[in-house]
């Protein structure tokens, strides 16, 4: 592999690499991130090759594999170009159909495309599919279009060439400065302005004539949350790229990219990815011929939670324990070994390519004022369309779970959503047209964290979600300062009395004075923002609590403890399937008489009303007052 | 710069924290997790502040103060979060005593039924009483627990020596964690898991002793609570008075506190009174010393030997008994053994005794493999300007620090805290040494040279820095000609055997250039063997090149002084071994036994005195044995490894009968008729001492101020010269002919004759793991 030593010479090579491409009649793209191949992209793939050869079409069937596509609820997906027809939830059997039918005689095989489960309507085209319609893809749509072990095909889509502007037309203050005017702000969670830390760490490397680093936080811990493993996974050069304009702007030499070990794929596409800009001479000495060198180590996370937290991030690629400390002095001018760090997430590195491909001014075109460009979050839930979503800041959260989601599944009622990941807070259906960016989901009493979206329906019991997210945090807790470490274990242990039907009316004031001190005593984010899901679920949905504590009953029919299962005599037509679905043996009763379930033995697992066919419908949840006639008619 | 704090103008000077500050003007923050002797960690969150201009709540000890901050320690909302955090830390710690109404009555009349457990409640606890946990709760009046008590049932560790860890008593302060990773370099122990799990332990929860502990207690005297709790003093009350004093043991002399009850030693903790050893202190001061006080060994009445037997007897009778008998040896083959480890006024008094009553020659008293005197002869007395005082900070402040044959973390340990620091602040450490001691791990090179060889390798480190450096300025130092000659000659013939790398020697030398100033720490195996003449020779020459300072590391308390005393200028001392083996082959008629020395054969010499605190080997073969007192029970002076003088005072009576050492002297002395001195006192005898021996002059007129250290008078002298070396060749085989035993550090295992290693089963522990 020749090295790039001028400018010039990545122009020529994407030309010649344009020039070369293979013109296929037709492209099969599979979507194989982790999610895809978790769902059997892998296998896909293999019947996909196999059929080609089979009908010795090498040559004019094309066959790529990509990063995730983002629609995760229809993996493995694949996507066939020229037209962009979406086949979706595929199996190995499917495929002879897809190449006969698609690729020979270009029909469409209409069992396998996307049907909106709302309207029934019928999608052919990608392009036309709701949840991609709305979405504003700068940064995941060349996850269709790229193989992420390929370094050519990033070149094609104009690859490292921001770089190359970057590298000989501009300085390091211009670069700043275009950062700044973009009014980028930080994707990891906080929103701090990117181009000012730039600035910050620039300063003060040069104020101490010392080394500085730069690191990429990938570190991605939320539950639910995926972006920054698709970006990683389907377009690792973006990111890369981003780092290096961002280490030619702060004048860092070294860099690092602290990446999760639960993420293999992205590891592999990272390292390769690595190795072939080193290659290339994009990274190391001398990129692209200038004076600038630089290089990127990866380093892996060994699955705490809070080492996605700056400092304890940086404490655990010097070896230590991830354990944050007290900021100031912060990062940018006391980071990674004592030196001036800058350290931002994935999804920040990734847009700053594109700031300077697209100019700043274009870029905050998208977006509201304090908040510019897009943001990916992962919506997930219970929801019709789950998957990776990209949407211009200030969109609504209408917008998102209604259009781009599809809706609430089932057709069930929306309750609420969780932004933010576990340290984020639920926002309830009155907020629905709340316009998505950091400031308003501060207000809300929530965060736009890394981008963690979980929708949930009216079978969600709030105070069950906030138990399990305190469940969470107070597991992945370091350990290091107090209020975080046993103030959130307090906060678990009222909220798990609370759902037992143990909790007392002076719970609430404790739950609430507790959250309280815990979020202004800890020390580090983690801590500070691990009391939100029980915060907004107190603030925006405090009847439930009441119920659970005063009535003793879950309205949502969630906490098991509080209620009973039973079946209603009327409707029982003693059937035996409940009775021999009970794992303990608790139901009662022979055949065409009706059963009765022993509240005693009853686990309340469940089995029973999963059992009973919907045709029939005679087991019933109860919480409450019904719940305690229920328990007295057996006492008499 | 001023800040001002509760609307009070303070004055700072320097980098402090707002903690630090408060706390020098009195001003009360509640806090459990700083530690003067620590960075700052901010886990504990009870120091929280409110700083007028600033968001949220930012913890006292770790932000700086800053001109013109406006700080409010106390607000309703501060007191609430800090209360909450208390109560907090209380829902996992056994609190039951401190929430009780009858607290007070119960520490006074004991009116409520003791049955409460360490498990829930205080009175059983080893902190009861000296507890910080205790002292905030008082100080912050919390009289109850918001939260159900949680408390985490951890089995109590007790596989270790000296120390049990109870860690359902532990607040995670992380003290103990930090001192061992930052002051002590041991890092033995670390938080594991996390969340509500999270907890001090070792790596997989293996026993301390496996987990490269050295037991030197540092996480014991930090702890707040009882959580690591000293177990020889468990069960004791608290203390009734303290004391200070500086430990006997090894050439440091830690200054110690101790504590007594009724008028006995409970424990020894190190104290911060002096910049020598700054809070820290080793396993043998911080846990034996108080049982060599009262070991089951220890002599306490005299003893004299009638038909064949050994008998007690009173002081006047065997001190009658002794000199009717020595007067028969005056002036013929008589030997005088003295201790390193008594205080200079023993030393004096024994000095003058066997020059002006006994008129013997024979002083034995060095190890033979004592740096100091080595470095002595074979540096200062070829006229060279080496200096011998130092200062420990000269250590800790150096860039480039190179430990040949010196297995500081066991030897000296709180040398080895000092190059830790060293290191903590970017210096470097280069360990040469054939035998791994642990230090090795925190060298940036490790030289591994073969034990008596080590000249080889320094003299090609040397040859490199003078090829690295074309203008050599060394060229007009007087000798430096012959040298290099003589550099140049061996190199082909001896450096060809150095199985050393090239690129190693390259590197070493580089460092020495580039990273100054340098400090040699010279351990007893360099000095040892046979080519300890030639090591010296080429340390000498290579801290000439590199401009290092060169520190001969003196093993035993008071060796410095002993070495002042009678070594410096005189040829009448032996050292151990040398007398061993004369005595062996029964050159002396007489032999008086006021210090260590190996098992005797039988008969061997007509006469036999011991003067010790312990019963030895020895001892039970002696005609006559007079019970010394240990430093516990009489006051003196002692001389440290760095040259400094301190003065030290008994903190309990003589056990039994025993007397210091130079009282048994001068009571001697005079039965002997010998009216040539007749002290009284200590004072007496170091005023004549500082009269008679220059060096002590700053010891005799003595004023006891901290801040103000006193040193042996050392007369500074010109530059250095380059000293020709012997060939090595020949060295080596002048060292077949007189090899003597292995220096180890556990040559300093010993009190006296009292072997550490045999009296502490701990101890034993420890040394023998680290022989596996």
């Not at chain 1, 029982?572 to 679905?581: I, P, Q």
């Not at chain 2, 205080?122 to 008082?138: K, M």
């Not at chain 2, 004369?582 to 003067?611: C, H, M, N, T, W």
């Amino acid at each position: 592999m020749k090295r790039i030593s001028h400018p010039s010479q990545l122009q020529d090579w994407k030309r010649r690499l344009l020039a070369e491409r293979r013109s296929c009649d037709k492209t099969i793209v599979v979507s194989s991130g982790t999610c895809g191949q978790a769902s059997g992209s892998l296998q896909i793939i293999e019947a996909l090759n196999s059929e080609i050869e089979k009908k010795d079409l090498r040559e004019t069937v094309g066959l790529e594999i990509t990063g995730c596509h983002g629609f995760c609820e229809l993996e493995p997906n694949i996507v066939i170009y020229p037209q962009g027809i979406f086949y979706k939830k595929l199996t190995p059997d499917d495929i002879p159909r897809v190449i006969d039918e698609t690729i020979l005689k270009n029909k469409i095989v209409p069992s396998l495309i996307y049907e909106d489960p709302k309207t029934g309507r019928r999608f052919p085209l990608q392009k036309d599919i709701p949840f991609y319609q709305k979405q504003v893809r700068l940064l995941t749509e060349n996850n269709f279009r790229i193989d992420p072990t390929r370094i050519e095909d990033y070149i094609m889509i104009d690859g490292y060439q921001a770089l190359a502007k970057v590298l000989f037309d501009m300085t390091a203050e211009e670069v700043i400065a275009e950062i700044r005017a973009s009014d980028l702000r930080g994707r990891g969670g906080a929103g701090f302005p990117t181009g000012l830390k730039w600035q910050l760490v620039r300063n003060a490397a040069t104020a101490n004539r010392d080394c500085k680093y730069l690191i990429c936080n990938a570190d991605e811990g939320d539950p639910g949350a995926y972006m920054d493993r698709s970006l990683l996974e389907g377009n690792p050069h973006s990111v890369i790229e981003g780092m290096i304009i961002g280490a030619y702007a702060i004048g860092a030499a070294e860099g690092y990219i602290y990446v999760r070990m639960e993420y293999p794929l992205a590891v592999r596409h990272v390292t390769f990815a690595l190795e072939q800009a080193r290659a290339r001479g994009l990274l190391g000495n001398s990129i692209l011929g200038s004076e600038f060198h630089f290089d990127i180590h990866i380093v892996e996370g060994a699955g705490a939670f809070v080492s996605g937290e700056e400092t304890s991030l940086m404490a655990s690629i010097e070896g230590r324990r991830a354990f944050p400390r007290q900021r100031p002095p912060f990062p940018a001018l006391e980071g990674l070994w004592g030196k001036p760090t800058c350290i931002n997430n994935v999804e920040t590195w990734a847009n700053v390519p594109l700031i300077i491909n697209r100019g700043a001014k274009e870029y905050s075109k998208i977006g509201t004022v304090g908040s510019r460009g897009t943001k990916i979050f992962s919506l997930v839930g219970k929801i019709n369309s789950t998957g990776l979503v990209e949407v211009p800041m200030g969109i609504t959260l209408r917008e998102i779970i209604y259009d781009i989601g599809g809706g609430i599944k089932e057709g069930k009622k929306f309750k609420a959503v969780q932004t933010g990941g576990p340290s984020g807070g639920c926002i309830p259906a009155e907020k629905l047209d709340l316009p998505i960016d950091y400031d308003t989901l501060t207000q809300a009493g929530s965060i736009m964290g890394s981008g963690g979206m979980i929708v949930m329906d009216e079978d969600t019991c709030m105070v069950d979600v906030a138990r399990y997210f305190l469940h969470f945090t107070q597991e992945e807790s370091c350990g290091k300062c107090v209020p975080c470490r046993v103030g959130t274990r307090q906060m678990h242990d009222i909220l798990t009395r609370i759902t037992r039907g143990l909790g007392e009316e002076k719970d609430l004031g404790q739950l609430e004075e507790l959250a309280n001190s815990v979020q202004s005593a800890s020390l580090c984010g983690l801590g500070q923002t691990a009391p939100n899901p029980v915060l907004t679920t107190l603030r925006y949905f405090w009847p439930e609590y009441e119920a659970h504590i005063r009535e003793k009953s879950c309205p949502a029919l969630v906490c098991k403890d509080l209620l009973v299962y039973y079946i209603e005599p009327g409707k029982c037509v003693g059937c035996l399937l409940c009775k021999k679905g009970c794992p303990v043996e608790a139901i009662s009763g022979e055949r065409k008489k009706v059963h009765v379930i022993d509240q005693d033995a009853c686990i309340k697992c469940g089995a029973c009303l999963e059992i009973c066919p919907p045709k029939i419908k005679a087991v019933f949840k109860y919480t409450g007052k019904k719940k305690g006639k229920i328990l007295k008619k057996k006492l008499s | 710069m001023r800040i001002m704090i509760n609307g009070r103008q303070l004055d700072v000077s320097g980098e402090k924290t707002i903690l630090e500050v408060a706390r020098s003007s009195g001003i009360f923050i509640p806090s459990l997790c700083d530690h003067p002797s620590l960075a700052p960690f901010g886990g504990c969150r009870l120091c929280l502040v409110e700083i007028k201009g600033r968001q949220g709540y930012p913890p006292a000890c770790c932000t700086y103060a800053e001109e013109g901050q406006d700080i409010v320690t106390e607000t309703p909302e501060l007191q609430a979060i800090r209360r909450q955090v208390l109560e907090l830390i209380l829902s996992e710690h056994p609190h039951a005593c401190l929430m009780c109404a009858e607290k007070k009555n119960c520490d006074e009349y004991k009116t409520t039924i003791r049955k409460v457990g360490e498990v829930t409640g205080c009175v059983l606890c080893p902190s009861n009483g000296r507890c910080e946990l205790q002292d905030v709760v008082e100080a912050m009046k919390i009289d109850r627990v918001g939260f159900p008590a949680s408390y985490r049932n951890f089995d109590v560790r007790r596989d270790d020596p000296f120390f049990d860890r109870n860690y359902n008593l532990c607040i995670l302060c992380g003290r103990c964690v930090r001192v061992c990773q930052e002051v002590r370099g041991a890092s033995a122990i670390s938080f594991v898991f996390r969340g509500s799990q999270a907890v001090v332990g070792t790596a997989f929860d293996r026993p301390l002793l496996e987990s490269g502990c050295q037991l030197c207690g540092a996480c014991v005297d930090v702890c707040p609570t009882g959580a690591l709790a000293e177990r020889a003093s468990r069960g004791e009350a608290l203390p009734d008075e303290e004391a200070e004093t500086i430990c006997p043991l090894c050439s440091i002399g830690c200054g110690l506190k101790a504590s007594l009850r009724g008028g006995r030693i409970v424990s020894f903790a190190p104290t911060n009174a002096e910049a020598v050893n700054r809070g820290q202190a080793c396993v043998k001061g911080r846990f034996i010393l108080r049982d060599i006080v009262y070991s089951s060994k220890r002599i306490l009445k005299p003893l004299v030997r009638r038909n064949g037997e050994l008998h007690e007897t009173g002081w006047d009778e065997a001190l009658d008994f002794v000199a009717g008998k020595l007067k028969g040896y005056v002036g013929k083959n008589l030997a005088f053994v003295s201790s390193t480890q008594v205080s200079l006024e023993d030393m004096h008094v024994f000095d003058r005794f066997t020059r002006d009553v006994l008129r013997t020659d024979q002083i034995v008293s060095f190890r033979n493999h004592s740096p100091l005197t080595s470095f002595w002869k074979e540096i200062r007395m070829n006229g060279q300007p080496a200096e011998l005082n130092f200062d420990l900070d000269s250590i800790s402040t150096a860039k480039t620090i190179v430990a040949i044959g010196a297995d500081i973390v066991i030897s000296h340990p709180i040398i080895w805290v000092e190059v830790f620091r060293a290191l903590r602040n970017g210096a470097r450490l280069v360990v040469i040494d054939e035998r791994d001691s642990g230090l090795e791990r925190h060298a940036s090179f490790r030289l591994r040279v073969q034990t008596g060889r080590e000249f080889s390798l320094l003299n090609r480190i040397s040859l490199k820095l003078l090829e690295n450096n074309p203008e050599n300025p060394h060229s007009q130092v007087k000798g430096y000609e012959t040298w290099r000659e003589s550099l140049l000659n061996e190199k082909k013939a001896a450096f060809a055997r150095a199985d050393i790398d090239e690129a190693e020697v390259d590197s070493a030398a580089r460092l020495l250039a580039e990273r100054q100033p340098t400090v040699f720490l010279i351990g007893p195996s360099v000095v040892n063997s046979a080519a300890g003449s030639a090591n010296l020779r080429a340390l000498w020459n290579l801290a000439q090149v590199c401009g290092a300072r060169l520190i001969p590391l003196a093993g035993e308390n008071n060796e410095r002084g002993a070495f002042e005393v009678w070594a410096r200028s005189s040829d009448r001392v032996l050292s151990i071994e040398e007398a061993h083996f004369k005595i062996s082959r029964r050159e002396y008629k007489a032999l008086y036994l006021a210090g260590p020395l190996p098992a005797l054969p039988d008969a061997a010499a007509d006469f036999l005195v011991i003067q010790d605190c312990f019963m030895s080997e020895n001892a039970r073969q002696a005609d006559a044995v007079l019970p010394a007192a240990t430093f516990a029970e009489c006051g003196g002076t002692f001389v440290n490894v760095e040259g400094r003088i301190r003065k030290f005072k008994n903190i309990i009576k003589p056990l039994g009968e025993a007397r210091p050492d130079w009282w048994i002297i001068c009571r001697l002395a005079e039965k002997m008729d010998a009216r040539v001195f007749g002290f009284q006192n200590a004072a007496e005898i170091l005023s004549d001492l500082g009269r008679t021996r220059p060096v002590f002059e700053p010891a005799s007129h003595w004023q006891q101020k901290k801040d103000n250290p006193v040193f042996i008078f050392e007369e500074k002298k010109d530059a250095g010269q380059f000293l020709s070396w012997e060939s090595p060749e020949l060295a080596v085989r002048k060292a077949e002919a007189r090899s003597s035993p292995a220096a180890s550090a556990r040559d300093l295992d010993y009190y006296r004759s009292l072997n550490l290693v045999e009296e502490s089963k701990g101890l034993r522990k420890l040394r023998k793991l680290r022989e596996k």
